[in-house]
């Protein structure tokens, strides 16, 4: 991120809208699919004009009182995918979001979540507004487009459930407004208005709140986060695999099942010298040749422990990876933006009064000099701004932080979710290979069998006496 996101966007720049990709040109809905919930615009922002101002709250604002059951149960929306239109040209992707708090259902393209991140940054520049999934690549698979549904189901999810963007207009609208100019309508809500610093009562008082020692606690709080983000993210790159690995091996029981299956249906006759095996070899084929339908329940329970744990555990350590990874871009942008613009703030003060002297000991013309003094006026202005938004910042941070810690606790969600995975997982698959023994009884069937499949060796690899 740049230093530019940290102030208000200029009007030129927040009308522009993005360049939309070829395959993400607008297009009406198709005739055959039902008409999303409308709710006028004009209500929505007649909704959200009251608190425009933010009021100035109770108590010591700089600490959350939220809980996790709190910001869960703020709303709960679901991305699904709708399917893809054929064009003669053009093919886009289109989807349904349904929002459980607004009881909306609305269409929306993937350029209609970029307008609605941009409107964020530009209002909420100082707090966590999550990042979406990359563009659409040519070519792009259906993998692709699953993952990227997943990851803006959680991206959408995430802003819901944030304090202050759920109490936003450009979120009501976003979630509710049916019509076919969404992208305009959530510029307009956001043309004429400031951000967070120009609209809370408290941010040129935001340092009064801050500890004394905000920095130290800023870069301690930093490289927790960070090594907290390490950490989850490799448990998310291990639970994928862990879920990978499930379909494969649903995949190879399958095959498995097959081809044990053909061996039983072989209707090669045998050559007259293994003619006094045939009886022994029937036996075995009639035993082999149903056991693909078991070997198919067994495929089917292991690809659905690792549908289970992909729903159930991959998704809820993306939804709190995503968290910290905005956390850890806000540091950036804190950094890169209103810190950065500070330092050069006062850089360019220094200089102005360096020139400043010079003027005056070089008896310059007054004109010049009152120009001097006028300048340096303006950048002292400037420089007073930029303090308060540093301040001001910092004081959003602070707040996040303390959200990222609301969020912790889903670690015990995860945990258990993955633990009855496998348990549900393992007993279901070992009914099935119980069942299965009775079934191969004579292929075990006692020590004087023919049957009597052959002990493994030793492991000193020495035969018995």
């Given at each position: 991120?740049?230093?530019?996101?940290?102030?208000p966007l200029p009007a030129a720049a927040v009308g522009a809208a993005t360049e939309a990709e070829a395959d993400e040109e607008e297009d009406?809905?198709?005739?055959?699919?039902?008409?999303?919930?409308?709710?006028?615009?004009?209500?929505?922002?007649?909704?959200?004009?009251?608190?425009?101002?933010?009021?100035?709250?109770?108590?010591?604002?700089?600490?959350?009182?939220?809980?996790?059951?709190?910001?869960?149960?703020?709303?709960?929306?679901?991305?699904?995918?709708?399917?893809?239109?054929?064009?003669?040209?053009?093919?886009?992707?289109?989807?349904?979001?349904?929002?459980?708090?607004?009881?909306?259902?609305?269409?929306?393209?993937?350029?209609?979540?970029?307008?609605?991140?941009?409107?964020?940054?530009?209002?909420?520049?100082?707090?966590?507004?999550?990042?979406?999934?990359?563009?659409?690549?040519?070519?792009?698979?259906?993998?692709?487009?699953?993952?990227?549904?997943?990851?803006?189901?959680?991206?959408?999810?995430?802003?819901?459930?944030?304090?202050?963007?759920?109490?936003?207009?450009?979120?009501?609208?976003?979630?509710?407004?049916?019509?076919?100019?969404?992208?305009?309508?959530?510029?307009?809500?956001?043309?004429?208005?400031?951000?967070?610093?120009?609209?809370?009562?408290?941010?040129?008082?935001?340092?009064?709140?801050?500890?004394?020692?905000?920095?130290?606690?800023?870069?301690?709080?930093?490289?927790?986060?960070?090594?907290i983000y390490n950490s989850f993210h490799k448990l998310r790159d291990r639970a994928e695999r862990i879920a990978s690995r499930a379909i494969?091996?649903?995949?190879?029981?399958?095959?498995?099942?097959?081809?044990?299956?053909?061996?039983?249906?072989?209707?090669?006759?045998?050559?007259?010298?293994?003619?006094?095996?045939?009886?022994?070899?029937?036996?075995?084929?009639?035993?082999?040749?149903?056991?693909?339908?078991?070997?198919?329940?067994?495929?089917?329970?292991?690809?659905?422990?690792?549908?289970?744990?992909?729903?159930?555990?991959?998704?809820?350590?993306?939804?709190?990876?995503?968290?910290?990874?905005?956390?850890?871009?806000?540091?950036?942008?804190?950094?890169?933006?209103?810190?950065?613009?500070?330092?050069?703030?006062?850089?360019?003060?220094?200089?102005?009064?360096?020139?400043?002297?010079?003027?005056?000991?070089?008896?310059?013309?007054?004109?010049?000099?009152?120009?001097?003094?006028?300048?340096?006026?303006?950048?002292?202005?400037?420089?007073?701004?930029?303090?308060?938004?540093?301040?001001?910042?910092?004081?959003?941070?602070?707040?996040?932080?303390?959200?990222?810690?609301?969020?912790?606790p889903l670690t015990s969600h995860i945990l258990r979710a993955f633990v009855n995975s496998q348990i549900q997982g393992h007993k279901e698959?070992?009914?099935?290979?119980?069942?299965?023994?009775?079934?191969?009884?004579?292929?075990?069937?006692?020590?004087?069998?023919?049957?009597?499949?052959?002990?493994?060796?030793?492991?000193?690899?020495?035969?018995?006496?």
């Amino acid at each position: 991120m740049t230093g530019r996101a940290m102030d208000p966007l200029p009007a030129a720049a927040v009308g522009a809208a993005t360049e939309a990709e070829a395959d993400e040109e607008e297009d009406p809905p198709a005739a055959d699919q039902p008409t999303p919930q409308a709710i006028e615009p004009q209500a929505i922002v007649q909704q959200a004009a009251a608190p425009s101002r933010m009021q100035m709250p109770q108590g010591n604002p700089l600490l959350l009182s939220h809980t996790l059951q709190e910001l869960l149960a703020r709303d709960t929306v679901q991305v699904e995918l709708i399917p893809e239109k054929k064009g003669l040209f053009l093919k886009h992707v289109e989807y349904e979001v349904s929002s459980q708090r607004f009881k909306s259902s609305v269409y929306r393209r993937y350029n209609d979540f970029v307008v609605f991140q941009e409107m964020l940054l530009h209002k909420f520049p100082y707090r966590m507004v999550p990042a979406l999934p990359p563009k659409r690549m040519l070519g792009a698979d259906r993998e692709f487009i699953e993952a990227r549904r997943r990851a803006l189901k959680r991206f959408v999810n995430l802003v819901a459930r944030h304090p202050l963007f759920s109490e936003d207009v450009v979120l009501k609208l976003f979630l509710s407004f049916s019509g076919s100019d969404v992208q305009n309508k959530l510029k307009e809500s956001a043309q004429c208005v400031g951000d967070e610093f120009m609209n809370c009562k408290l941010a040129t008082r935001a340092k009064d709140f801050l500890p004394a020692d905000i920095q130290a606690q800023f870069a301690i709080s930093r490289e927790l986060i960070r090594n907290i983000y390490n950490s989850f993210h490799k448990l998310r790159d291990r639970a994928e695999r862990i879920a990978s690995r499930a379909i494969d091996n649903a995949a190879d029981l399958l095959i498995f099942g097959k081809e044990l299956s053909a061996i039983g249906s072989d209707t090669t006759p045998l050559p007259s010298w293994a003619a006094l095996n045939s009886s022994t070899w029937g036996s075995l084929k009639q035993a082999l040749k149903g056991l693909s339908v078991e070997f198919a329940l067994l495929a089917d329970k292991a690809a659905q422990q690792g549908q289970k744990v992909e729903n159930d555990v991959v998704e809820k350590l993306n939804l709190f990876v995503g968290s910290l990874q905005s956390r850890q871009d806000l540091c950036e942008r804190h950094e890169k933006g209103v810190l950065h613009k500070h330092q050069r703030a006062l850089h360019k003060y220094s200089l102005m009064k360096r020139q400043m002297m010079s003027a005056a000991a070089q008896n310059r013309e007054p004109e010049s000099v009152e120009q001097l003094e006028s300048r340096i006026v303006e950048q002292e202005n400037a420089i007073q701004t930029m303090e308060l938004r540093n301040y001001f910042s910092l004081y959003c941070l602070h707040q996040e932080t303390q959200l990222i810690h609301v969020y912790l606790p889903l670690t015990s969600h995860i945990l258990r979710a993955f633990v009855n995975s496998q348990i549900q997982g393992h007993k279901e698959m070992s009914k099935v290979w119980n069942d299965l023994r009775p079934k191969l009884s004579c292929l075990f069937a006692g020590p004087h069998s023919a049957l009597t499949p052959p002990c493994s060796p030793p492991e000193d690899g020495l035969c018995p006496h």
